[in-house]
């Protein structure tokens, strides 16, 4: 009742209420006239009485809090938050037991669970909150836990599987389709080296299918794998791939296509190619690497 009044009163000065977006909870933005009227913000008591966000209530506006903040996502990430793009990718974060702290779908889509945590934005809302091209109905905000290289190397050691490094690897694209391959390869765990690109932005994401949740994935320099030895994925020179014994080395490092191998001191693994081609995309050759050790293992 009171808040009815209070909006009453707002379009006698004519001003329109206003609302924004705390999480899943609707609550009235502070606007002139309510200063005016000595209202100031909401009351812990108003709060309580606003209702939550449910499915079948729709955001239009693409300036709402909940959009804004899945715009900013798609630039910035925030620390053990994720933006997450697609039902496929929705539906892997969930088997791997990700919280979502909201799920936005676009109006007239579905999705392929059931969760608490749905809201429903217009086509346009939606637009301004995608950011692909052709997005595909759903975006949402879910929580990831993020690994130690301790416990990437734990995991690795505990599965018997080579530790899969990145180094410098820049294209979120390739680093995607590689986090994609190690779990399809059943390798249990993946490091970033400085320079690489973040597994958990939206791009990497998207190229891994949502895959990169089923790794312990970690940040980690050169000092934090002190005692791994292993073996560098390298163009030419090193030892062919058939001959190599690669599923028994701590480590497989991969590096960057314009860059290399930022350490001299690894022993160097090669795939042979045909005469006249220099070399391998970084994903297509770790996926040779990475079948090839899962194929030794099952022998």
């Known amino acids: 009742m009171l808040a009815e009044c ?13 609302t924004t977006m705390r999480g899943p909870q609707q609550v009235w933005a502070p606007s002139r006239a309510r200063r005016l009227l000595g209202l100031g913000g909401p009351s812990a008591e108003s709060l309580d009485a606003v209702p939550r966000l449910s499915p ?28 997450l793009e697609g039902p496929r990718v929705l539906a892997e974060a969930k088997a791997a037991g990700l919280e979502f702290d909201v799920i936005a779908v676009r109006e007239g889509d579905k999705l392929p669970f059931h969760t608490e945590s749905r809201v429903t934005l217009s086509a346009g809302a939606f637009r301004a909150a995608s950011q692909t091209v052709t997005p595909q109905g759903v975006i949402a905000i879910a929580r990831v836990h993020e690994s130690t290289p301790d416990d990437a190397m734990q995991a690795a050691r505990g599965s018997r599987w080579p530790l899969i490094v990145l180094d410098r690897v ?41 895959n990169v949740f089923r790794l312990r994935v970690a940040r980690a320099q050169w000092k934090d794998l002190q ?73």
């Open 227 to 299: 005692g791994l030895d292993g073996y560098g994925a390298a163009p030419s020179g090193g030892a062919p791939l058939a001959e190599a014994p690669i599923e028994s080395a701590g480590m497989i490092v991969l590096g960057s296509e314009a860059h290399g191998l930022s350490r001299q001191d690894l022993k160097l693994v090669t795939v042979p190619l045909t005469e006249g081609v220099e070399s391998l995309n970084v994903a297509a050759a770790a996926a040779l690497i990475l079948f090839e050790i899962r194929r030794r293992r099952a022998a």
């Open 170 to 210: 820049q294209d979120p694209g390739n680093v995607g389709t590689i986090c994609r391959t190690a779990a399809a390869a059943g390798a249990p765990a993946l490091v970033v080296l400085p320079g690489s690109a973040d597994p958990y932005g939206p791009k990497a994401i998207r190229a891994s299918a949502g």
């Open 6 to 18: 209070r909006c009453r009163l707002l379009r006698a000065l004519g001003q329109q209420p206003r």
């Open 56 to 83: 079948d209530q729709l955001i239009s506006s693409p300036d709402n809090e909940v959009v804004r903040r899945l715009r900013r996502l798609a630039h910035r990430r925030e620390p053990g938050h994720v933006l």
